[in-house]
C-alpha cells in the first residue's frame, strides 16, 4: 500500500486521497486538543512555561490512587486531587530549579529507586519485575511517563537532601527537656449557684433585662396532631377462610406428596388468614390515605373505618408541653416526633406499621394540625422565669468578679491557698500532667475536664503566675503550682524526638525553598478547567480509574 502511494505520488487521486486522509486525522486525533487551546481548557495549572493537563492530573490522580490503594491506605478522591495538583506544582519548581543546579538523574539511580519500592517486592524482599509491569497496566501508564515521574522524585529527594544533617544538639536538647516536663495547678472553682443575690430587682429592672436578653425567653416551636390508628384486630375479625381456599393452598401446596390434607390444614389456614389479614389491611390503609387526600374531614374518616385517635397539643421537638414544660406521654415516641417535625401544616403522613412487644400489630398515620413558629413569650407570662434568669445572670457576674479578684491579689504576691481558705472556698491540687494535657495518674481523672481546657495556656505561665477560664458553668481560677523537668531522658525517646525534631525541620525548610523558588515562577490555576477534571472524575469510582 505504502509503496503503491509512493509511485504513484504525483496522481490525483492519490493527492485527494492523502488530503481526506490528513482531514480525518485532524478531526478525529487533533481537533479536541484545538478546541482545549481556544477555550483556555488545555492546562489545569501552569507554572512558568510548563502546563500541566487535565489528563496529566487524570493519569498522576490514578497512579498516585493505586499506590495508595496497593499499600491498603484509604482513598478520599475528593481530597486527593487537591494534594496531587500541590504535589505536582512542587515537583514542577524542583524539576526546574534541578534543571538550574545541574543536577541530572542517572539510569542507575532510577533502577535503585524502584527496586527499593516496597511495593513491587516479593515477600522475601526481592525485587519483581512483573509487580511493576501490572502496576503499570493497571492504571494505563507508558513505562516512559512513570521513569519520568520517578526522575522527579529522586530530584525532590536531592534538593532536600542536605536538610538531613543539619546539627541540632542544642535544639534537642531544648526541645526534649520542654516536651518532657510537667506541671501541676493550685484550682479553686467558683461556681456561680453559690453566691447569693440579696439585692430585689425593680419592675423596671427585670423589664430591661428582659428587653435586652430576648434570647432566653424564647418559646420553641410546637406541633399539634392527630394520630389516627388502625388495629389489625378491627380487620381480623372481618376475615374468614373457606374450606375451598385451604384445599386449593394443599393442592398447590410442594409439600403435598409428603403430607397429609389433615397434617397441613391448620398450619395452610393460619398462612392464608394472615395472608388475607395483611391484604385487607393494605386495601384500608390506602382507602383511608385516598380519602384524606381528596379532602374527607378526619372525623368522618375515622367514623367510616372506625379508627383510634390520640391528639397531641403543643409538644416540641424534645417532647414537651409547651404549656407545662412536662414531658408528653406519646407513644412509638421516636418515630412520632420524628414525623410530626417532617410534614406541613394540614398535611398526613403515610401508615407506618409497628409491633410493641407481646401485643397486636398497629397501623398508624398522622395528621399535622398546627404549627407554632419560635416566639418570645410575653413578659406578663414569663415573669417569673425573667426574675430567675435575672438572679442567675448576676450570680455569673458575681462569680467572675470574685475570679478577676483573686488574680489580681495573686499578682500582688498572695497565695490561693489562704485566700480561698479566707473566702471558704475549697482548695485543690492537681497531679502532673505533660503538654498535652495527659494526667498518669488514673486515679486522679477527676481533674481531666479541667486539665483538657487549660493545660495548653498553663504551659505559657511561669510558676506561680495564675489565670482564670469559665468551666462547664464554673469559674476556675488555676495557679502553677510546680514545674516538674525531665531528669532522666530514656536513650529511645531521644531518638524518636530527634527524628521528630529532624522531620519538623526537614519539612519547615523544604517549605522555605518552595517558597524561595516558586518566586521565580508564576503560578497559574485554571479553576474552571480544575472545576470541569474534578466533576468528571469524582462521578467515577476509584476502581474505574485504574
Not at 222 to 240: G, N, P, Y
Request: with cysteine.
Amino acid at each position: 500500500m505504502l509503496e503503491l502511494i509512493r509511485r504513484h505520488s504525483q496522481s490525483i487521486i492519490v493527492k485527494a486521497f492523502l488530503t481526506i486522509l490528513a482531514l480525518t486525522f485532524v478531526l478525529f486525533f487533533g481537533i479536541s486538543d484545538v478546541i482545549r487551546r481556544i477555550t483556555g481548557k488545555d492546562y489545569v495549572v501552569k507554572i512558568g512555561s510548563i502546563k500541566i493537563s487535565p489528563l496529566e492530573l487524570k493519569i498522576e490522580k490514578a497512579r498516585r490512587a493505586a499506590m495508595l490503594k496497593m499499600q491498603g491506605k484509604d482513598i478520599e478522591d475528593k481530597n486527593l486531587t487537591y494534594v496531587i495538583l500541590h504535589q505536582l506544582i512542587w515537583e514542577s519548581i524542583i524539576d526546574q530549579a534541578a534543571q538550574d543546579y545541574g543536577i541530572v538523574v542517572s539510569e542507575e539511580a532510577i533502577k535503585n529507586y524502584i527496586n527499593g519500592m516496597n511495593v513491587f517486592r516479593n515477600k522475601d524482599g526481592s525485587f519483581n519485575a512483573n509487580l511493576l509491569r501490572r502496576f503499570l497496566q493497571r492504571i494505563q501508564l507508558p513505562e516512559a511517563m512513570f521513569v519520568e515521574t520517578v526522575k522527579k522524585d529522586i530530584k525532590n529527594m536531592l534538593i532536600r537532601f542536605p536538610f538531613a544533617y543539619v546539627d541540632m544538639s542544642a535544639e534537642l536538647d531544648l526541645f526534649m527537656h520542654a516536651n518532657l516536663e510537667k506541671r501541676s495547678l493550685a484550682i479553686v472553682e467558683l461556681k456561680p449557684s453559690s453566691f447569693k443575690i440579696t439585692e430585689k430587682p425593680t419592675k423596671e429592672a427585670l423589664e430591661e433585662f428582659y428587653k435586652n436578653n430576648p434570647d432566653l425567653f424564647m418559646a420553641e416551636e410546637t406541633r399539634s396532631f392527630r394520630i389516627l390508628e388502625l388495629k389489625e384486630a378491627s380487620v381480623e375479625k372481618d376475615v374468614q377462610i373457606s374450606e375451598e381456599e385451604i384445599k386449593e393452598a394443599y393442592d398447590n401446596s410442594p409439600e403435598k406428596e409428603d403430607r397429609t390434607y389433615d397434617d397441613m390444614k391448620a398450619e395452610l389456614e393460619t398462612t392464608l388468614k394472615q395472608e388475607s389479614i395483611q391484604s385487607r389491611v393494605n386495601e384500608v390503609t390506602r382507602q383511608i390515605e385516598d380519602a384524606l387526600m381528596v379532602g374527607e374531614e378526619i372525623d368522618a374518616v375515622v367514623k367510616k373505618f372506625n379508627l383510634n385517635v390520640i391528639a397531641i397539643e403543643d409538644v416540641d421537638s424534645k417532647n414537651k408541653s409547651a404549656k407545662s414544660n412536662a414531658v408528653i406521654s406519646l407513644p412509638y415516641k421516636g418515630d412520632i416526633l420524628a414525623v410530626a417535625f417532617s410534614l406541613d401544616e394540614g398535611t398526613d403522613s403515610s401508615f407506618s406499621e409497628v409491633q410493641e412487644k407481646q401485643k397486636e400489630k398497629v397501623y398508624w398515620l398522622l395528621h399535622l394540625d398546627k404549627i407554632t413558629p419560635k416566639h418570645l413569650i410575653p413578659l406578663e407570662e414569663c415573669s417569673g422565669q425573667v426574675l430567675q434568669e435575672w438572679e442567675i445572670h448576676w450570680q455569673k457576674k458575681k462569680a467572675e468578679e470574685t475570679a478577676s479578684n483573686y488574680i489580681q491579689q495573686l499578682k500582688n504576691g498572695g497565695s490561693l491557698e489562704k485566700i480561698a481558705s479566707k473566702d471558704k472556698r475549697e482548695y485543690r491540687v492537681s497531679p502532673y500532667f505533660d503538654r498535652l494535657g495527659h494526667i498518669k495518674d488514673e486515679k486522679n481523672k477527676k481533674f481531666q475536664s479541667i486539665i483538657d481546657v487549660v493545660h495548653e495556656n498553663a504551659f505559657t505561665l511561669e510558676k506561680t503566675e495564675a489565670d482564670y477560664k469559665e468551666i462547664e458553668g464554673a469559674f476556675v481560677v488555676y495557679q502553677v503550682n510546680d514545674v516538674l523537668s525531665a531528669t532522666k531522658i530514656d536513650p529511645e525517646d531521644e531518638r524518636k524526638y530527634k527524628d521528630l525534631l529532624r522531620d519538623e525541620i526537614m519539612d519547615d525548610m523544604s517549605q522555605q525553598l518552595v517558597g524561595y523558588l516558586s518566586k521565580r515562577f508564576e503560578i497559574k490555576i485554571n479553576q474552571e478547567a480544575l472545576k470541569q477534571f474534578t466533576s468528571e472524575t469524582n462521578q467515577s469510582s476509584p476502581d474505574e480509574m485504574f
